[in-house]
């Protein structure tokens, strides 16, 4: 085809353009395009027949504007497939950024998105994916959400192609792949978003304005669909597992062991069935994810609260959206965290739309409190059970009521939450998402000489409220938590209770036009937190003003001051309340300049408080130098290199004398064979180098090796080799055969540290190998 003009540019459109919305009504065909129809200077074969989509907009840099690029995009079907095919022009093809990459590993590239609205309801899309050479991604779209949930994958076909005027993509997604209403005519809702990554440039078709909160609600209508089938399609998805393994037993601390085993073999299976079009039933017997990446690493010292870590395993993942309470980046406190079931041999899952009305449904074991405990501990062997349910009811156009209920088991103890959850559409830039739950919660008496059964009974509520407003030159979160002493989550992810927590954050952008500054302006977050007594326990305020420039760089200095108020019920050995004043100062500095490099870099410097000071002693002021940098280098279209060096340093007020040096380093490498064989090497280095006069804790170091080879051939159709190894500066013999050896530190849990030296306390050779069987 010829190659891109640059347009003029008229004036940007008015936000009222984007109250029309246009409808593409798409042929049926009798043969399926190929993407060399595409190829030429014209289109070929039947590749005529499609309905053609031009005219893309800008929503970033310029919103409103025409893209720079030319994109066109042919749509049709057939009885199986829908086909959508991207001829994406370029006036500088030589700055396109494709790379053979693992799957869903594109956002750093050149690709185009398709999102369909299925059900036309502005709540729920499916997203399909693909960068210039092919490389697919896919996921779940919720209204709402900040980021596309990519745990669901489903089975469709994509090429890509770089031509001297651009590049081509096509795909075909099979409609038993999709969820969809049953009916002799379809109508849906959709988006096609073509990201230039070398300039951060969005080009939507329609327009999708940034000065309208939401994608789907401004999305075209889809017409022609004619006597197509859903998904009435059950997949079955056993695996086969081999691994052999030798790792360290501390569930009795007073004698720590090696354990593990030459052979173990491991089956188990994933199936799905959809139910009535659009529910869908998903059923895992023995899951294993071994396969699994390790989490990403963050600075777990000197830590009052739990360190959020986010799901990564497919089971739970896959139509998460569907359990509101935890969407978003802003949220509320989420209500349902899936980590907390974390060795299940049994889960079922019932998630969808039947009408207005959207339900989520779990149900899992956990062999993870009976695995824990020495054999000889009353609990051993046994297992907790969780439930939860969510089901919301649409309330016009984008609102929705729903009612929520989670359940935790085990041994004669429960925590059980309920209540209500809303979502209101205020206004076109303006949402509002608030929850009102109470708790029930018998806690486990462990005095007792059984240790099953029950203690202490608590009562707790919690309610929460959040406004988000979002424009083309403002972002807004007002947040207001009301939770009670009693409240308590087994289920959910809530790191402290008795609280009154007001806070807002608000940012503001200038875009200047035809600059080289794309946007520039003031951040500012404000916290301010009470206790149920009136007792000020928190507050918080921050500044920076951001700026943001081409090439996906962006600056922004920060200043901001706290305070933490500690509480005798906060740490034992405080006789009364202890207040703490901390001023901090950084930066935060991120660039993509070439496709080969990608950097970020986070430094801060202020006070803190050490809550880990020597036995004896209470919390005291200290310094904090904190550093987190991450690098990533793609030296070759294949190979991506992705580096991040974490360091958090604190020296006490009064003394000068460090308390520790904390340094995590971690570097992962990615070497993508082709689009179904990929290799995979992550190292990871934690070295905690402590003082024993200022400091409780013990100096510990960790040497982490994963390798993974992975042949996908599709979702579900996987073979995985994997190896593991881990070392840590333990004491030969773990100090079990040398009581009183001055080289082991002091200590009465768990085995002894030696300040010189590795040993491998765990290590793993695993073979897995899945298949699945689709009808």
Same mark, same amino acid.
């Not at 353009?17 to 409808?23: D, E, H, L, N, T």
């Not at 207001?480 to 002493?485: A, F, L, T």
């Given at each position: 085809?010829?190659?891109?003009?640059?347009?003029?540019?008229?004036?940007?459109?008015?936000?009222?353009?984007?109250?029309?919305?246009?409808?593409?009504?798409?042929?049926?065909?009798?043969?399926?395009?190929?993407?060399?129809?595409?190829?030429?200077?014209?289109?070929?074969?039947?590749?005529?027949?499609?309905?053609?989509?031009?005219?893309?907009?800008?929503?970033?840099?310029?919103?409103?504007?025409?893209?720079?690029?030319?994109?066109?995009?042919?749509?049709?079907?057939?009885?199986?497939?829908?086909?959508?095919?991207?001829?994406?022009?370029?006036?500088?093809?030589?700055?396109?950024?494709?790379?053979?990459?693992?799957?869903?590993?594109?956002?750093?590239?050149?690709?185009?998105?398709?999102?369909?609205?299925?059900?036309?309801?502005?709540?729920?899309?499916?997203?399909?994916?693909?960068?210039?050479?092919?490389?697919?991604?896919?996921?779940?779209?919720?209204?709402?959400?900040?980021?596309?949930?990519?745990?669901?994958?489903?089975?469709?076909?994509?090429?890509?192609?770089?031509?001297?005027?651009?590049?081509?993509?096509?795909?075909?997604?099979?409609?038993?792949?999709?969820?969809?209403?049953?009916?002799?005519?379809?109508?849906?809702?959709?988006?096609?978003?073509?990201?230039?990554?070398?300039?951060?440039?969005?080009?939507?078709?329609?327009?999708?304005?940034?000065?309208?909160?939401?994608?789907?609600?401004?999305?075209?209508?889809?017409?022609?669909?004619?006597?197509?089938?859903?998904?009435?399609?059950?997949?079955?998805?056993?695996?086969?597992?081999?691994?052999?393994?030798? $790792?360290?037993?501390?569930?009795? =601390?007073? /004698?720590? +062991? @090696?354990?593990?085993?030459?052979? &173990?073999? *491991? %089956?188990?299976?994933?199936?799905?069935?959809?139910?009535?079009?659009?529910?869908?039933?998903?059923?895992?017997?023995?899951?294993?994810?071994?396969?699994?990446? $390790?989490?990403?690493?963050?600075? =777990?010292? /000197?830590? +009052? @609260?739990?360190?959020?870590?986010? &799901?990564? *395993? %497919?089971?739970?993942?896959?139509?998460?959206?569907?359990?509101?309470?935890?969407?978003?980046?802003?949220?509320?406190?989420?209500?349902?965290?899936?980590?907390?079931?974390?060795?299940?041999?049994?889960?079922?899952?019932?998630?969808?739309?039947?009408?207005?009305?959207?339900?989520?449904?779990?149900?899992?074991?956990?062999?993870?409190?009976?695995?824990?405990?020495?054999?000889?501990?009353?609990?051993?062997?046994?297992?907790?059970?969780?439930?939860?349910?969510?089901?919301?009811?649409?309330?016009?156009?984008?609102?929705?009521?729903?009612?929520?209920?989670?359940?935790?088991?085990?041994?004669?103890?429960?925590?059980?939450?309920?209540?209500?959850?809303?979502?209101?559409?205020?206004?076109?830039?303006?949402?509002?998402?608030?929850?009102?739950?109470?708790?029930?919660?018998?806690?486990?008496?462990?005095?007792?000489?059984?240790?099953?059964?029950?203690?202490?009974?608590?009562?707790?509520?919690?309610?929460?409220?959040?406004?988000?407003?979002?424009?083309?030159?403002?972002?807004?979160?007002?947040?207001?938590?009301?939770?009670?002493?009693?409240?308590?989550?087994?289920?959910?992810?809530?790191?402290?209770?008795?609280?009154?927590?007001?806070?807002?954050?608000?940012?503001?952008?200038?875009?200047?036009?035809?600059?080289?500054?794309?946007?520039?302006?003031?951040?500012?977050?404000?916290?301010?937190?009470?206790?149920?007594?009136?007792?000020?326990?928190?507050?918080?305020?921050?500044?920076?003003?951001?700026?943001?420039?081409?090439?996906?760089?962006?600056?922004?200095?920060?200043?901001?001051?706290?305070?933490?108020?500690?509480?005798?019920?906060?740490?034992?050995?405080?006789?009364?309340?202890?207040?703490?004043?901390?001023?901090?100062?950084?930066?935060?500095?991120?660039?993509?300049?070439?496709?080969?490099?990608?950097?970020?870099?986070?430094?801060?410097?202020?006070?803190?408080?050490?809550?880990?000071?020597?036995?004896?002693?209470?919390?005291?002021?200290?310094?904090?130098?904190?550093?987190?940098?991450?690098?990533?280098?793609?030296?070759?279209?294949?190979?991506?290199?992705?580096?991040?060096?974490?360091?958090?340093?604190?020296?006490?007020?009064?003394?000068?004398?460090?308390?520790?040096?904390?340094?995590?380093?971690?570097?992962?490498?990615?070497?993508?064979?082709?689009?179904?064989?990929?290799?995979?090497?992550?190292?990871?280095?934690?070295?905690?180098?402590?003082?024993?006069?200022?400091?409780?804790?013990?100096?510990?170091?960790?040497?982490?090796?994963?390798?993974?080879?992975?042949?996908?051939?599709?979702?579900?159709?996987?073979?995985?080799?994997?190896?593991?190894?881990?070392?840590?500066?333990?004491?030969?013999?773990?100090?079990?055969?040398?009581?009183?050896?001055?080289?082991?530190?002091?200590?009465?849990?768990?085995?002894?540290?030696?300040?010189?030296?590795?040993?491998?306390?765990?290590?793993?050779?695993?073979?897995?190998?899945?298949?699945?069987?689709?009808?």
């Amino acid at each position: 085809m010829a190659g891109a003009q640059k347009p003029v540019r008229p004036p940007e459109q008015p936000p009222s353009a984007v109250a029309s919305r246009p409808r593409v009504q798409i042929p049926r065909l009798a043969a399926a395009p190929h993407i060399e129809d595409f190829l030429g200077s014209t289109v070929q074969g039947a590749a005529a027949q499609l309905a053609e989509v031009s005219g893309f907009i800008q929503q970033l840099p310029t919103d409103g504007a025409p893209a720079s690029q030319q994109t066109q995009v042919y749509l049709g079907y057939d009885d199986a497939n829908l086909y959508v095919v991207w001829v994406c022009l370029d006036s500088s093809p030589g700055q396109i950024r494709a790379h053979i990459s693992r799957r869903e590993n594109i956002l750093d590239d050149d690709y185009v998105q398709v999102n369909f609205d299925t059900f036309q309801d502005h709540r729920h899309g499916i997203v399909f994916a693909s960068n210039a050479l092919g490389i697919q991604a896919d996921g779940l779209w919720t209204e709402g959400d900040t980021a596309l949930d990519n745990s669901w994958d489903g089975v469709w076909r994509s090429q890509g192609t770089l031509t001297a005027q651009g590049y081509v993509v096509w795909m075909a997604m099979p409609f038993r792949t999709l969820r969809f209403r049953h009916g002799s005519e379809q109508n849906w809702g959709i988006t096609l978003l073509r990201v230039i990554a070398r300039s951060g440039e969005r080009d939507y078709w329609p327009r999708v304005s940034s000065r309208v909160a939401g994608e789907l609600n401004q999305a075209a209508t889809l017409g022609g669909l004619e006597n197509v089938q859903p998904g009435h399609n059950l997949q079955l998805n056993p695996y086969l597992s081999f691994r052999s393994y030798r $790792s360290l037993d501390t569930r009795d =601390a007073a /004698n720590p +062991r @090696f354990t593990g085993k030459t052979a &173990e073999t *491991r %089956p188990g299976m994933d199936a799905k069935l959809v139910l009535r079009d659009s529910l869908v039933l998903d059923v895992t017997v023995n899951p294993d994810f071994s396969q699994v990446e $390790s989490d990403e690493p963050q600075n =777990a010292v /000197n830590q +009052r @609260f739990e360190l959020f870590y986010p &799901e990564k *395993r %497919p089971f739970f993942l896959e139509n998460s959206n569907y359990f509101a309470s935890s969407q978003g980046q802003y949220q509320l406190t989420p209500l349902v965290f899936t980590r907390r079931i974390a060795d299940p041999e049994f889960g079922i899952k019932l998630t969808g739309k039947l009408g207005p009305w959207t339900m989520g449904m779990l149900a899992a074991d956990d062999k993870s409190p009976g695995e824990i405990v020495p054999a000889g501990d009353p609990l051993f062997g046994k297992k907790a059970a969780f439930f939860v349910a969510q089901v919301a009811h649409d309330i016009g156009s984008q609102s929705s009521l729903g009612v929520i209920y989670t359940d935790r088991e085990f041994a004669g103890s429960y925590n059980r939450v309920g209540g209500l959850d809303l979502s209101i559409r205020l206004a076109k830039n303006w949402t509002s998402r608030m929850h009102s739950v109470v708790s029930s919660t018998l806690e486990q008496d462990t005095t007792r000489a059984q240790g099953a059964s029950a203690g202490r009974y608590r009562f707790g509520s919690d309610h929460e409220v959040v406004l988000t407003g979002s424009g083309r030159q403002f972002n807004s979160i007002t947040e207001y938590q009301d939770i009670s002493p009693g409240f308590r989550t087994e289920v959910g992810f809530l790191q402290r209770t008795d609280i009154r927590r007001l806070s807002q954050y608000f940012h503001f952008y200038f875009r200047p036009k035809d600059s080289w500054l794309l946007s520039w302006g003031p951040e500012t977050s404000a916290e301010l937190n009470y206790d149920h007594t009136g007792v000020v326990i928190h507050y918080s305020y921050s500044f920076d003003p951001v700026f943001a420039f081409k090439r996906n760089t962006y600056f922004a200095p920060i200043v901001s001051t706290a305070s933490d108020t500690l509480r005798p019920q906060d740490f034992n050995g405080l006789a009364f309340n202890a207040k703490f004043v901390q001023n901090h100062a950084g930066f935060v500095f991120g660039t993509n300049p070439i496709r080969q490099i990608s950097w970020r870099t986070l430094l801060s410097r202020g006070g803190t408080v050490n809550v880990v000071p020597t036995p004896g002693q209470t919390p005291n002021e200290a310094d904090e130098t904190s550093l987190v940098q991450t690098m990533t280098i793609r030296p070759a279209a294949r190979l991506q290199i992705d580096n991040t060096y974490i360091l958090d340093r604190v020296v006490h007020n009064r003394g000068g004398h460090s308390v520790f040096n904390n340094h995590i380093a971690r570097t992962k490498w990615n070497y993508q064979v082709n689009r179904e064989l990929s290799f995979r090497l992550i190292a990871q280095y934690n070295g905690l180098l402590a003082s024993p006069t200022e400091s409780s804790l013990k100096a510990t170091k960790n040497m982490n090796f994963d390798f993974l080879l992975t042949y996908l051939l599709h979702p579900g159709t996987a073979l995985y080799v994997g190896y593991n190894s881990n070392l840590q500066n333990l004491l030969p013999g773990l100090c079990a055969r040398v009581p009183g050896d001055l080289a082991c530190e002091a200590g009465t849990n768990g085995p002894l540290r030696t300040p010189y030296g590795f040993i491998n306390d765990g290590r793993q050779v695993f073979f897995k190998i899945s298949y699945l069987f689709q009808r």
